[in-house]
Structure formats: structure tokens, C-alpha cells
């Protein structure tokens, strides 16, 4: 794992973004598409925004997969992820192919379903964020490190609820939904590359706990250090409480 600190969210987004546009165009020449992973949230909205600006990607030859998704929440709410997806990325560059996690129904069906096909072939980028408490995608503290199974149905704890109304997408935390469809985190951890998209000083606190706790469930994302090719973007307001010497030792090199 290396990290890479930036002045602010734009540079930092404009460079991970640098970053898993060259490895989306590396797996399509390497085996004639890419499959990828792609989180939502108000951290990935720069990204996202740069990604689907970058140049010379075939996106009909990317295979889209959902990281996680609200259980009983319809696709018209603001906070669904199927619909920041569809409008931020799939019909902004017009993927054809890509598996959503339809939370307002069958949750079993939708998890064998879109597991099978994540499962089918080897994944080539995950994107990622970091959430409040640490959780990584919807596995909030203390996380599942040891199921195998590709998704999961998950309880939301506070924190993460609370995050989500912080956010702006609800307007209380009642109308949070308590349980939602996540990626496992042995299932992040099986694609061959990781990009971690980390912004803002309200991740500060999760990041400290993440990269200089001890790799535990009760810090999800900590499980990042583990990964051979993860790379985590930081700002300098997410990066504020890591100490010089972390900085140093997970730094990329020159």
C-alpha cells in the first residue's frame, strides 16, 4: 500500500483519476476490457467527475460492478447509488455493460445473482473510499474479514447512518435505512488493483485509526495495508492527523 497526500480534493481527484483512467486503458489492452469496481458518496464525486472526462477510454469494453447499495430504498431516491451511478457514470460515457445491486428487491436474488458474475472473472480496479468510521464500502466496525461469500447484507451502525445525513442525502437519520447490500471485504481485496479516494477533514480521524492502528476489524479499511497494489489519495485536511513518520513510510516513492 502507498499513499499519496495532495494539496486539496481537486488535485487529488484529477490524479486518481490519472491513475485508474491508465489502468482501465492497460486492462482493455492487456485482455480487451476491463471489469472495475466503483464506490458513490460525496467523496467520489470529483473523481468521478474527472474519470468520466478522461481520454481515450473504449468504455463499451468496461464491465461495471456496484460496491454497495441501501436495502428498501427506491431507485428515485436522491440517495440511491443505482441513480448516482446511472447519472454520474454509466450514462455519462455509456457503459453497456454493468451489474447494479437493486436494493428494493429480493436482497438473496440480487447477491447470487451479481455475485456470480463478479466472481466469473478476475477484477482489474476497485475504486474505493473511506467512510467516518472506517468502514470500507458498507462493512462497518467490526467488519467481516473471513466470509468469502462476494456480498454480504449488512446492519448499518450509527456512525455510518449519520454520515449519509451529514452528506445531504437525508434530511434526518430516521430515514436512513438500517441494512444495505456490501461488497465483502475479501472480495475488495481480490481485485489487482486498489485506488482509495479519501478526501475532506471529516475523514481524519478514520484515517489516523486506519494506517496507524492495527489492522482490524474495528478499523475496516485498515485492511487496505494487506493489499500488493492499494493506493490511497489523501488531502492535506484527511491526511492532518497522521503523524510525519507514517507519512513518510507509506509515501510513494520519488
Known amino acids: 500500500m502507498i499513499v499519496r497526500v ?4 481537486i488535485s487529488l481527484s484529477r490524479a486518481a483519476a490519472d491513475q485508474a483512467s491508465a489502468a482501465v486503458r492497460r486492462a482493455i489492452l492487456d485482455h480487451g476490457c476491463a471489469r472495475i469496481i466503483v464506490a ?3 467523496s467520489q464525486l470529483d473523481f468521478l467527475d474527472a474519470l468520466t472526462n478522461a481520454e481515450n477510454i473504449d468504455w463499451q469494453r468496461v464491465e461495471m460492478f456496484h460496491l454497495d447499495e441501501y436495502i428498501g430504498l427506491p ?3 436522491p440517495a440511491s447509488f443505482r441513480k448516482y ?4 457514470l454509466i450514462h455519462k460515457v455509456r457503459i453497456a455493460k454493468y451489474h ?3 436494493g428494493s428487491g429480493d436482497p438473496g436474488e440480487v447477491i447470487r445473482r451479481v455475485g456470480a458474475a463478479l466472481q466469473s472473472a478476475p477484477v482489474d480496479i476497485a475504486f474505493v473510499g473511506i467512510g467516518e468510521n472506517g468502514h470500507l464500502a458498507f ?3 467490526p467488519a467481516d474479514f473471513q466470509t468469502a461469500n462476494p456480498y454480504l447484507i449488512v446492519e448499518l451502525d450509527e456512525a455510518c447512518r449519520r454520515q449519509q445525513v451529514g452528506e445531504g442525502w437525508f434530511a434526518d437519520i430516521s430515514e436512513v435505512p438500517r441494512r444495505a447490500i456490501s461488497m465483502s471485504v475479501s472480495q475488495i481485496l481480490k481485485a489487482k488493483e486498489v485506488i482509495c479516494i479519501v ?3 471529516r475523514k481524519a480521524l478514520a484515517v489516523k485509526l486506519c494506517f496507524e492502528g492495527e489492522v482490524s476489524p474495528m478499523a475496516p479499511a485498515s485492511i487496505l495495508r494487506t493489499h500488493p497494489a492499494a493506493m490511497i489519495y489523501l488531502d492535506s485536511e484527511s491526511a492532518s492527523l497522521l503523524s510525519p513518520g507514517t507519512l ?3 509515501a510513494a516513492p520519488a
Do not use: V
Open 6 to 9: 495532495f494539496e486539496d480534493k
Open 40 to 42: 458513490t458518496g460525496a
Open 75 to 77: 431507485i428515485t431516491h
Open 85 to 88: 451511478l446511472l447519472e454520474r
Open 100 to 102: 447494479l445491486l437493486d
Open 139 to 141: 462493512n462497518d466496525p
Open 199 to 201: 478526501p475532506d477533514a
Open 248 to 250: 513518510s513510510a507509506l
